[in-house]
T-cell receptor, first 114, second 109 residues
């Protein structure tokens, strides 16, 4: 069975541009969460979606937005990119909308801002 | 808010036992998770504690004490492939996962 898949794997952008990152959860998983991981730190929570509704939002500016589609895949959008947005963006899925469920991570998208 | 502390780096020898500690300050949480992350790869789920005590899964065990705000991950019979970062995470009531900074473990021959 396929795990969580993310695209693209790597991306280079310049300041001020926007980016869209994509995530397909494990088949049957309805919850998708997005995280930002800066080198040497743990993942920081950005958004969680369940059944196409936003269920949680971390401490990130409004430049960050996301959505979930009827097939439970998800997109993370970041506008007006800053140098500090350079990071690994991880998507994770779980079967239920419960904080007692382990999250299964994709390999991430490494975003570099020049 | 939540504050999770882990040692930044640890070194151990192949075949040995290592304990990675995690302390946290949070008013209440559903559970505590441990993840392993190899360099350049995604975090993978290792273990989950809801109740106080020890959960054992093969060479890996995780312990939780809610009253002491403390957890540890115990790795036995260390192998070279265990060299990775180990992330502690809690799920506070009404909130999503909060990860600690991670502990980078180096296993030496």
């Amino acid at each position: 069975d396929a795990g969580v898949t993310q695209s693209p794997t790597h991306l280079i952008k310049t300041r001020g541009q926007h980016v869209t990152l994509r995530c397909s959860p494990i088949s049957g998983h309805k919850s998708v969460s997005w995280y930002q991981q800066v080198l040497g730190q743990g993942p920081q929570f950005i958004f969680q979606y369940y059944e196409k509704e936003e269920r949680g939002r971390g401490n990130f500016p409004d430049r960050f937005s996301a959505r979930q589609f009827p097939n439970y895949s998800s997109e993370l959008n970041v506008n007006a990119l800053l140098l500090g947005d350079s990071a690994l963006y991880l998507c994770a899925s779980s079967s239920l909308d419960s904080s007692n469920q382990p999250q299964h991570f994709g390999d991430g998208t490494r975003l570099s801002i020049l | 808010g939540q504050n999770i502390d882990q040692p930044t780096e640890m070194t151990a020898t192949e075949g040995a036992i290592v304990q990675i500690n995690c302390t946290y300050q949070t008013s209440g949480f559903n559970g505590l998770f441990w993840y392993q992350q190899h360099a350049g790869e995604a975090p993978t789920f290792l273990s989950y504690n809801v109740l106080d005590g020890l959960e054992e899964k093969g060479r890996f065990s995780s312990f939780l004490s809610r009253s002491k705000g403390y957890s540890y991950l115990l790795l036995k019979e260390l192998q070279m492939k265990d060299s990775a970062s180990y992330l502690c995470a809690v799920t506070p009531y009404g909130q999503n996962f909060v990860f600690g900074p991670g502990t980078r473990l180096s296993v030496l021959p």
